[in-house]
């Protein structure tokens, strides 16, 4: 197998079936583009830099028909240096392929002086491509949050398939908990380590850290943690999460 084919091929496998909630019927997830780039300040730059230049960003995409494309800043909370030795994180999301593509056009046509602004604050020594399904759509909306990113393998001769199968029982389980947040499942795409060891990236935000204090003392101390790895603990295996706080850039949709 090459390596492109490699890095694809969980894509591949989600692109392949998921089940209705409704009627078990397989059917194709929709999966939308989700790039992430892991950058240093230079030398006399801050996070103040950074956001000095949002007023002209945001201009500069919402003034543009062509652009959807929201982004956030990510900064760590929780983490090990060995798994992210960058200062911060840069997450932005089209809500397809086309506007992805063609955003980016525009960016590289018209962007002009305002790219080598941002060129001049960081440095972004990794640049990675997700296809990103959605999971759980929390109803509670922020500028702001945390997210939480483990790596996980599917294990025992899983499928993607029987992952499908346990997120209605874990979604159903979260419903009876009316717990808030949202769950997504990152793919690995372009620009990901051609010697991967993982077959997904488990994503989950929450609105605040009140928010994810109180799901997570319902999850440590209220049988979510028996619940999920009676749910997954056969299917799936995940390390430990990382614990970014996430503060949104702007952008439109």
């Known amino acids: 197998m090459n390596l492109i084919s490699k890095a694809l091929l969980p894509l591949i496998l989600a692109l392949s079936f998921n089940i209705s909630a409704d009627d078990h019927v397989p059917e194709a997830p929709y999966l939308f583009p989700l790039e992430t780039m892991q950058c240093n300040f230079n030398e006399n730059k801050d996070m103040d830099d950074l956001m000095k230049l949002q007023g002209e960003w ?47 056009q525009a960016w590289f046509e018209e962007a002009g002086r305002l790219a080598e602004k941002f060129n001049e604050v960081y440095t972004c020594d990794t640049r990675q491509m ?73 994503v989950q935000t929450a609105s605040s850290m009140s928010a994810w204090g109180e799901s997570s003392e319902s999850f440590v101390n209220g049988g979510g943690l028996m619940k999920q790895a009676e749910i997954f603990g056969n299917i799936v295996s995940c390390d430990s999460a990382r614990f970014y706080a996430i503060n949104a850039y702007g952008g439109q949709q």
């Open 130 to 202: 997700f296809a990103t399904q959605s999971i759980r759509q929390s109803e509670n909306t922020s500028d702001s949050g945390v997210m939480l990113v483990s790596n996980c393998s599917l294990i025992n001769d899983a499928t993607l398939m029987d992952v499908a199968m346990a997120d209605q029982k874990w979604n159903a389980y979260l419903d009876s908990q009316n717990s808030n947040g949202s769950i997504f499942r990152w793919y690995p795409g372009p620009g990901t380590p051609t010697d991967l060891d993982y077959s997904f990236k488990y």
């Open 58 to 104: 945001n201009k500069f995409i919402q003034g543009n028909e062509d652009i959807a494309y929201a982004a956030w800043v990510i900064t760590p909370l929780y983490r090990s240096a060995s798994d992210f030795t960058n200062d911060i994180a840069w997450l932005g999301v089209s809500p397809s392929w086309t506007a992805f593509g063609k955003g980016y």
